[in-house]
């Protein structure tokens, strides 16, 4: 028996790509891979392709082109050995109603060629607080508890790559902690994590690499930290003893803003810059007599990254007009 090699990525996508009967295209030739091991976040705004890429990769959408390969077996050619490696929690609660928590999750496991293990399913149940639910039936549950479910029935077979679309979306926090924490233990046994999220403070907490994509375009993929380093400003705000009526033209060489009615003196700049001009900055004020009570830095969030380059995408593409 050939074995597996051990650099063959968890998820290879190579020009996968989505045009809809109506015209609609919801993917262009996305390239992307995920290594063994690795938490990638997919951010993006609604309709930017995140579950059309995810449901494209599981076999619920066709693709019109490209191709997408699960531990080197290919979604479309060999789809039943490679959907057993994937674990899918989508956005929608997709459930029997009238089925037990329990028989719903052991059902889901034995769905996919899995042997019975109550102690396995128990253990699961158990780590999502569904243990005292097992005899419930679904429709019973609260969203909270039908969201668990859907948690549960993914990791039921115990995949290898765990596609999480939304899956804090409107939840309570101690869902979502338990989430989280069921995540990081995924992680430490070698399960690969695709998540899809708005709480971008999650990504930024959680991934290891952050891709966005808007408008069906993977517009970027980099290292969180290398991309918080590389693109991220601070903000530096300065409270003045004396409130301003305009910039002096002594400060004209910075990129400075009023707020606050004057009180505030406001200065962006590039932290990977070879000189912030912070110091020349306030040696000018100083030559100006412009006083200040007290000053305070913000570092740029994802956040504002990812809204800054969705926008910066979405005018170069008005522009190309593609």
Known sequence: MTQPDPDTPALAITGLAKTYASGVVALHAVDLVVAKGEIFALLGPNGAGKTTLIN????????????????????????????????????????DAFETVLATVEFSRTLFGKPRDPAFVE?????????????????ELSGGMKRRVMIAKAL????????????????????????????????????????TTHYIEEAEEMA????????????????????????GRKTLTLNLSEPLARLPEGLGQWDLALAADGHELVYEFDTQAEATGVPSLLRAMSDLDIGFKDLNTRQSSLEDIFVGLVHDNNVQTAETGS
């Not at 390969?69 to 789809?79: K, L, P, S």
């Not at 253990?123 to 429709?139: F, G, P, Q, S, Y």
């Not at 409107?170 to 998540?195: C, H, K, P, Q, S």
């Not at 290891?208 to 693109?231: F, S």
């Open 123 to 139: 253990k699961l149940l158990r780590d999502l607080t569904l243990w005292d639910k097992r005899d419930a039936k679904i429709m």
């Open 56 to 95: 494209a990769v599981c076999g619920i959408v066709t693709p019109s082109g490209g191709h997408a390969a699960v531990f080197g077996e290919d979604t479309q050619r060999d789809y039943r050995s490679a959907r057993r490696r994937i674990g899918l929690v989508p956005q929608e609660l997709h459930t």
């Open 208 to 231: 290891d690499r952050v891709g966005v994509i808007a408008k069906g375009r993977l517009i970027l993929v980099e290292e969180t930290a290398t991309l918080m380093k590389k693109m």
């Open 156 to 195: 039921s077979h115990e995949p290898d790559l765990l596609f999480l679309d939304e899956p804090t979306a409107g939840v309570d926090v101690d869902l979502r902690r338990d989430m989280w924490d069921m995540v990081r233990g995924l992680r430490e046994r070698g399960v690969t994590i695709v998540l």
